[in-house]
C-alpha cells in the first residue's frame, strides 16, 4: 500500500465517521459501538478488522457460518444482532422479498464507485439498493492433469465411465442439480418439473461414478491426489491450484453458474451508519485487494484488480473472459418450487442401484 494511498483511506475514513458522529449526535467519552459482523468462515483478511478497529475506533465482533441457509435463520429472527452480513445472490433477492433489508445510504458508501459497473445492478438486487458485491466467481471442473486425458471443455466428462470411482460432486442441491441442467442444456432457474426429473436421472445414472458427495473436505481430496475431476468454485479452485500444480480448472465452453456475495445490512441493525463506514472501509482499492489476495476469490473492485497486477488481470480462472460471463446464470430464488428440488436431490442421494 503506497503512503499516498494510505492517507486518502484514512481522511476518508475519518470523515465518514465524524459525519457519522454528528448525526448519531455522539461525542467523546461514550462507549465504543461494536458491529456484529456474519461471514463465511475465513472469508476476510482478520488483519483488516483489526487495522477498521483501529482507525475507525468501531469494534467488530465476528462470526462465521456455514451455509446461506443458516445466514437466513439467523436473519429471521426478530432479535437478529447482526449489523453487517455476506450472502450469496439468490439469498439476497429472497431476503429483499421478505422485506428483512435495510435500504443503504450510498453518500456513505463513497469508495462505491470503485465497483466494476459489470457487477452492479444485477437481477437480484436492481439499483443496489440493499447490497454492495463483494466477492464473485464461478463454477467449473477442478482436474488432476496427471489422472485425466480428455478435453475437459463439457459437462459431459463429469459422466465419463472412464472416471469412474474418481469424480468428487458437491453435497449441494443448487450446485450439483445445477450441474446436471447445464449439462442438459437447461436453466439452473427452471421451474419445469420435467426438466428436474431429467436433472434427476442424469444424476442417479452418474452416482456409480461418483466417488464422493462432499463440501470443503473437496478441496483437500483433489490437493492430495484423491480424485480426477470435481466440481469446486472458482476460488477453491485457485488455492488448490497453488497447492499442488498438478491441478487445472476449466468452465465448460456453454458457460456455468456465475455467483455473487455481498455485503447486506439487516433490517434490525441498531447501527446502520457505522455499518455503511465499515462497508466503506471494504470497498477501498487498497483493502480490497489485500483482502482479495487473502481470500482467493475474484474482487468486483476494479482498480483493487488493478493493484493486484497481470497475474491476476490475466488469470482466466480469476478473471474470466466477457464471452464466459456472457453464458453464465446466476442463480434466482425459487420460491416454493426448491421443495421439488430437494425432492428430486433426496431420491438422488438415497439410490441405490
Not at 140 to 168: A, F
Not at 216 to 236: E, Q
Request: aromatic share 10%; net charge negative; charged share 25%.
Amino acid at each position: 500500500m503506497n503512503l499516498y494511498s494510505n492517507i486518502k483511506k484514512k481522511i476518508a475514513l475519518i470523515l465518514a465517521l465524524l459525519m457519522i458522529a454528528a448525526l448519531c449526535g455522539c461525542v467523546g467519552g461514550e462507549k465504543a459501538t461494536t458491529l456484529y459482523v456474519l461471514n463465511w468462515g475465513d472469508y476476510i483478511d482478520e488483519a483488516l478488522l483489526t487495522e477498521f478497529e483501529e482507525e475507525s475506533g468501531i469494534k467488530i465482533n465476528y462470526t462465521s457460518m456455514a451455509t446461506n441457509e443458516e445466514m437466513m435463520v439467523k436473519l429471521q429472527e426478530p432479535d437478529c444482532i447482526y449489523d453487517v452480513c455476506f450472502p450469496s445472490d439468490y439469498i439476497i433477492e429472497k431476503l429483499v422479498a421478505q422485506d428483512l433489508l435495510h435500504e443503504l445510504n450510498k453518500d456513505n458508501i463513497p469508495n462505491l464507485v470503485n465497483i466494476d459497473q459489470r457487477f452492479m445492478d444485477l437481477d437480484f438486487d436492481p439499483g443496489n439498493k440493499y447490497s454492495v458485491p463483494y466477492m464473485w466467481g464461478t463454477v467449473g471442473i477442478l482436474y488432476n492433469t496427471t489422472m485425466v486425458s480428455d478435453p475437459v471443455d463439457s459437462w459431459d466428462i463429469l459422466w465419463n465411465e472412464k472416471y469412474s470411482g474418481q469424480i468428487l460432486m458437491y453435497d449441494s442441491i443448487r450446485d450439483t442439480m445445477g450441474v446436471a441442467l447445464m449439462k442438459l442444456g437447461r436453466s439452473v432457474n427452471t421451474r419445469d418439473e420435467q426438466d428436474i426429473k431429467d436433472a434427476e436421472e442424469a444424476l442417479i445414472a452418474q452416482k456409480p461414478l461418483v466417488l464422493a458427495y462432499l463440501g470443503d473436505s473437496i478441496k483437500d481430496r483433489m490437493i492430495s491426489g484423491g480424485g480426477a475431476l470435481a466440481i469446486v468454485y472458482s476460488g477453491d479452485a485457485m488455492w488448490c491450484m497453488d497447492e499442488n500444480p498438478d491441478l487445472a480448472y476449466a468452465v465448460p465452453k456453454t458457460g456455468t453458474n456465475l455467483w455473487f456475495d455481498n455485503i447486506i445490512i439487516p433490517k434490525t441493525s441498531k447501527h446502520t451508519e457505522e455499518a455503511e463506514a465499515f462497508i466503506n472501509f471494504l470497498c477501498d482499492a487498497d483493502v480490497a485487494a489485500q483482502n482479495a489476495e487473502y481470500i482467493g476469490y475474484s474482487t468486483p473492485n476494479a482498480p483493487a484488480l488493478q493493484l493486484m497486477g497481470e497475474d491476476y488481470i490475466n488469470n482466466e480462472t480469476y478473471n474470466p473472459p466477457q464471452e464466459l460471463l456472457d453464458k453464465c446464470e446466476i442463480f434466482h430464488d425459487l420460491g416454493d418450487f426448491i421443495t421439488v428440488y430437494n425432492d428430486a436431490w433426496n431420491r438422488v442421494k438415497s439410490y441405490v442401484g
